[in-house]
Structure formats: structure tokens, C-alpha cells
């Protein structure tokens, strides 16, 4: 009786290739960027829930404060890497023009500045 041969599988295979490691880092900031969405919604809940003593406490946390900090720079480094895709992804015709991809990444990075700058506005400012 004979038996087939197999390769043996790379586990490695997407540190090979700049492009690939940065298309597995970005699906696994994925995870990070689930849990800044659960995170705020544990907050919306305490908010509306009353819970907002045993929220700050839980926040305030060294541990908590680490994974946040985390999800903060996989979740920068996952929007980022998502906006430089847009152009390959969408192409946008103006009677019959193609846009370059660099004004499509600029104006995709300029509304994610002005839209987080609205808001930090409102979120920062005093009473």
C-alpha cells in the first residue's frame, strides 16, 4: 500500500512578502477594532444603565487602560491601511478623467481628520 505525499504547510507563508504580512496584520487588528465596539457599548450601557461608578472603575483598570491602548494603535493602523486601499478598490471617473489614487487617499485621510477633530471637539470641550 503506498500513501501520497504532502507538502508540509508553512505556517509562515504571509511573512514572505511585506504585502501579505500587512494584509494579516490588518484582518487581525480586526479583533481589536471588535473590541473598541464592545467597548463603548459596555460605556453607552453604563451611561444609560447607571452603571457609570463600576464602568470608570473597570477603565481605569492598568490592564484595561493596556488593551485600550492596544486596540487605539491596531485600530489607527487597521483605518489607515483600509483608507490606502480605497483607490485599488474604487475607481472614480470625471467626464471621463481618472482620479489618482493620491487624491482619493487624501481626501479619505482628510475626512477621517476633520470627522475626528468634530468630534474630539465635542467629547473634549468644557462645560
Known amino acids: 500500500m503506498t500513501t501520497a505525499y504532502r507538502a508540509g504547510r508553512d505556517r509562515l507563508w504571509f511573512a514572505r512578502s511585506r504585502n501579505y504580512t500587512v494584509f494579516v496584520l490588518r484582518e487581525l487588528t480586526s479583533v481589536f477594532v471588535a473590541w473598541s465596539i464592545v467597548f463603548l457599548l459596555m460605556f453607552v450601557d453604563a451611561v444609560l444603565g447607571g452603571g ?23 485600530t489607527v493602523f487597521h483605518t489607515v491601511t483600509f483608507l490606502n486601499l480605497a483607490p485599488k478598490a474604487t475607481v472614480v471617473r470625471l467626464d471621463g478623467w481618472r482620479v489618482p489614487a493620491w487624491m482619493i487617499q487624501g481626501g479619505n485621510h482628510s475626512a477621517w481628520a476633520l470627522i475626528s477633530a468634530l468630534i474630539a471637539y465635542f467629547v473634549l470641550r468644557s462645560p
Open 52 to 74: 457609570l461608578p463600576e464602568f470608570a472603575a473597570l477603565a481605569a483598570q492598568p490592564w484595561m487602560i493596556a488593551i485600550n491602548v492596544i486596540a487605539l494603535a491596531a
